[in-house]
């Protein structure tokens, strides 16, 4: 990441600040100074400056933010699972982070969402152009939040991510281990991207932003290959010995089947580092 003018440098802020938004600032160190906001400042990563405040509480943000932003990375996560929750993460945080900004001028807002927005569940294809009309609560306030970024009077990108996955995200890797996958052909189509392409994905946004250059204002951030379940799976038994599907095990994906498109975020330039399934759980598994 290039290093800005120190009679300019830049000032970043990572509104939640915790594994993604922590990868994502960690990485943008050498592009400026980075603030990371999130209720515990101390848990922020090496090099970067927390912030202790709550999104959900206006107040707490009261004097404790930088005075001349350039870019801020919105990313958080609810704190509870249900529809507030995810309300109070996507919108009502985003609108009380706005409202302390007030009337500085930011380079860019780049919100980080979901490919959950997406309801296809007939294998096509998805990208920036196809309609998002979530059927789940979830979806649904992360739509919201998307607009209110992009309604926000700043210039904003929306990120949408595919499952994120890495060395820190090794849930469905555990699950096929221990037999507790077991789709059954022809299963959904699923999308991922790697925890690292996720950060630097952000990261390439945000310099691109600060070097003055144009975004989309949505990108869709997944992996180059969309993949039926039933054949990661297969491949990861064909990996590493695996224990035999267990009674119960599961059979399908939870986010319907369609197949996301990346091509916007490559058009931009930028470089996967694990641009398909197996470059990325092949790592994690010669390191079990």
């Known amino acids: 990441m290039a290093m800005t003018d120190d009679k300019q440098k830049a000032q970043i802020l990572v509104a939640g600040c915790g594994k993604l938004g922590g990868d994502i600032a960690t990485v943008l160190l050498g592009a400026g100074d980075v603030y990371g906001l999130r209720r515990n400042p101390d848990r922020v990563p090496q090099g970067v400056t927390g912030i202790g405040a709550d999104l959900t509480r206006p107040e707490s943000m009261a004097g404790k933010l930088p005075e001349h932003l350039d870019i801020v990375v919105y990313c958080l996560t609810p704190s509870s699972y249900d529809e507030e929750g995810y309300h109070q993460a996507y919108v009502t945080g985003l609108k009380n982070l706005l409202n302390v900004i007030g009337e500085q001028s930011l380079k860019r807002l780049i919100f980080i969402s979901s490919t959950s927005v997406f309801a296809q569940n007939d294998d096509s294809w998805v990208d920036e152009n196809s309609p998002a009309d979530p059927d789940r609560f979830t979806g649904q306030q992360i739509l919201q939040g998307e607009r209110t970024a992009l309604n926000s009077g700043h210039p904003a990108t929306v990120v949408r991510f595919s499952g994120i996955y890495g060395p820190s995200?090794?849930?469905?890797?555990?699950?096929?281990?221990?037999?507790?996958?077991?789709?059954q052909p022809p299963a959904p189509f699923s999308n991922r991207i790697h925890e690292v392409d996720a950060a630097n994905a952000v990261a390439w946004l945000a310099q691109k932003a600060l070097n003055g250059e144009i975004l989309e204002p949505l990108y869709v951030a997944s992996d180059c290959e969309p993949v039926r379940l039933d054949e990661v799976v297969d491949w990861v038994r064909t990996q590493v010995?695996?224990?035999?599907?267990?009674?119960g095990a599961r059979k399908g994906g939870r986010a319907g089947s369609k197949r996301c498109s990346n091509r916007k975020l490559l058009q931009s330039g930028f470089e996967f580092r694990y641009p398909d399934y197996r470059a990325g759980y092949r790592e994690m598994i010669s390191k079990l």
Do not use: H, I, T, Y
């Open 169 to 183: 995200r090794q849930r469905f890797l555990e699950e096929v281990l221990e037999g507790r996958m077991n789709p």
């Open 241 to 247: 010995p695996c224990k035999a599907p267990v009674e």
